[in-house]
């Protein structure tokens, strides 16, 4: 009688909530999705636990993974900063949305999905760094670095008070303002866009004061290329200015002090090594400079004992391990700080139905080829790492294959949030991968043109196609060079097989394919020539040949 009584009042309570929780549901599910546009400056999918744990654990990021979505081949079109976020906020490739190098302003007059979010009822910020060159359209609130911006007690550009110095630590000052605004500016009755944009491990790669010991302490795998002598490359390899030991600076990078550059003999040699140092170092507090001190000091003298016996394979060997404490202590921040607006989510009820972004606005080399930098098509700086979480949708702990590009964000979020994709953009939205639709996705080659040469680094002018077996590279300007990679054969991209006969098939129906994909993206010699002419009328005067590495 008893268990009747009790199984009648648990079936009816269960139809009871049931019916609530549908009714819930129904309204969740008419209900937008908010955005979480989460990106790091330069980080490397190398230094993802959530793709590989040998360099650092990163518990938070790898959250979004396992909660989410994970996208093993996910690239971008133009490996470098401000044209990265140019074709993320236009869903529009280089060549079309004008911005292809960090030399020139963004063009303003494009339309940005924000823009669309915004006039579709959405509320919209963007905290940290864009690297535009001019105020971004389509935000009801925005504190964005001006250009790279400082680790150590940032100047901010505001929308609504200036330029404005913020005291602390830049990863944690850009979480404190999205946080701020999520808990005081945005309105319950509205969903959100909203773009939290890390300046961290851009290069002079500066860790907070609390993770500086603690890397400065650890000791990392070398990749196995990190003594590569681009043997089976072509000549954009070879003259690249991008090897740890040769182009590093020794003061902004390694941080040996600059008196310590001199008594040891090491020259200036980009003639901003110290001007690097220093402009960081006088940013500091005190405090700051005694915490920083504490480590680097004691560094500096086991330096200046080593440095004359030094051989030049432990010069390398040392640098890289300089390169990854400092690189991967700016990523503990990141993670830490990456983890605090998760909770946020989950105290407030908002991590059901928000699409969660982490992604990088390249990859980057962490010694692979004695690199470090991106800008090449190959591996480690054309992949970015991108994972998504968005309970309501997406499957938690799936992993993606598909070519998936930085073009395709703007179409994925209008796509989410049920706005219309403009009929120009063009990425292709990533909602049925998202939810397991894949029959929808037929995309099997993309597209690649990186332009900023010459300039620092001096990587040559190229563009691509990859598909997920090969990679055909063309070298122009003032080269005339074709590489081919086997993806499969070769992950590494050591031998350029472009003059094996056994690919010359390959190489031809790859050609015809990259000929189509220009014509469908619209890239032709003849923008490029404009560009090209464009860019040495204001670039003419940048020669950059740096050799450091003594
Ligand atoms: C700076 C860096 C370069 C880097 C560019 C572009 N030098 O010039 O190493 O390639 O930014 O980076 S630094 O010594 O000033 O840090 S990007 O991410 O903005 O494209
Ligand atoms: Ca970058």
């Known amino acids: 009688m008893f268990r009747a009584y009790l199984s009648t009042i648990i079936i009816c309570s269960f139809f009871a909530v049931s019916c609530a929780n549908k009714a819930g549901q129904q309204q969740e599910e008419a209900k937008q999705p908010n955005i979480l546009f989460i990106m790091s400056d330069d980080h490397a999918y190398q230094a993802i636990s959530a793709y590989q744990d040998h360099l650092i654990n990163t518990p938070n990021i790898d959250r979004i993974a396992k909660e989410g979505m994970r996208f093993d081949n996910a690239c971008v079109t133009n490996s470098i900063c401000a044209p990265s976020r140019a074709v993320i906020l236009t869903g529009k490739h280089s060549h079309i949305n004008g911005k292809t190098d960090n030399h020139f302003p963004f063009d303003t007059s494009n339309v940005t999905f924000p823009q669309l979010f915004q006039q579709a009822g959405y509320q919209t910020a963007m905290f940290g760094k864009l690297h535009f060159g001019n105020a971004p359209k389509g935000f009801d609130e925005y504190k964005i670095l001006p250009g790279q911006g400082a680790y150590y007690n940032p100047t901010f550009i505001t929308k609504t008070e200036g330029k404005k110095d913020f005291p602390g630590y830049v990863t944690d000052i850009i979480t404190d303002m999205t946080l701020n605004w999520l808990d005081k500016e945005r309105k319950e009755d509205q969903p959100f866009m909203l773009m939290y944009l890390h300046k961290a491990p851009h290069r002079e790669w500066l860790p907070a004061e609390r993770h500086i010991a603690e890397y400065a302490n650890k000791t990392f795998p070398e990749p196995a290329s990190l003594f590569d002598d681009y043997e089976g490359r072509g000549t954009a390899a070879h003259t690249a200015e991008m090897n740890i030991l040769e182009h590093m600076n020794w003061a902004g990078d390694s941080k040996i002090y600059p008196e310590v550059m001199d008594e040891l003999g090491i020259p200036d040699a980009s003639g901003w090594d110290h001007k690097a140092f220093n402009r960081e170092r006088k940013r500091m507090t005190d405090e700051q400079k005694a915490n920083w001190d504490k480590v680097y000091k004691p560094m500096n003298e086991a330096f200046k004992k080593n440095f004359p016996n030094m051989t030049r394979e432990e010069k390398m060997k040392w640098r890289y391990q300089r390169y990854m404490q400092d690189y991967l202590g700016t990523i503990a921040a990141v993670d830490e700080n990456v983890g605090r607006v998760l909770d946020y989510l989950d105290e407030h009820g908002l991590a059901e139905n928000t699409l969660v972004v982490y992604t990088s606005d390249q990859g980057f080399y962490l010694g692979e080829h004695g690199w470090f930098d991106k ?128 690919y010359a098939s390959v190489v031809e129906s790859l050609k015809g394919q990259l000929d189509e994909l220009r014509v469908k993206y619209k890239d032709s010699n003849e923008l490029n020539q404009a560009y090209i002419d464009k860019y040495l009328k204001k670039v003419s005067e940048f020669r950059y040949n740096v050799k450091t590495g003594k």
Not at 396 to 416: K, S
């Open 375 to 502: 800008r090449f098509a190959y591996n480690e700086s054309f992949k970015t790492p991108l994972l998504m979480r968005w309970p309501k949708e997406i499957k938690a702990g799936t992993v993606r294959n598909e070519m998936v590009q930085n073009l395709d964000f703007a179409q994925t979020f209008l796509d989410a949030a049920g706005i219309d994709q403009p009929q120009d953009m063009q990425g292709e939205s990533l909602m049925p991968l998202l939810t397991g639709n894949d029959q929808d996705w037929d995309r099997d080659a993309v597209y690649y043109h990186y332009y900023e040469y010459p300039s620092i680094h001096m990587v040559k002018r190229h563009y691509a196609i990859i598909t997920q077996k090969y990679k055909l590279i063309h070298f122009y300007y003032d080269v005339d060079e074709w590489e081919l990679y086997d993806r499969e054969k070769d992950p590494q991209e050591l031998t350029n097989q472009y003059n094996n006969p056994e």
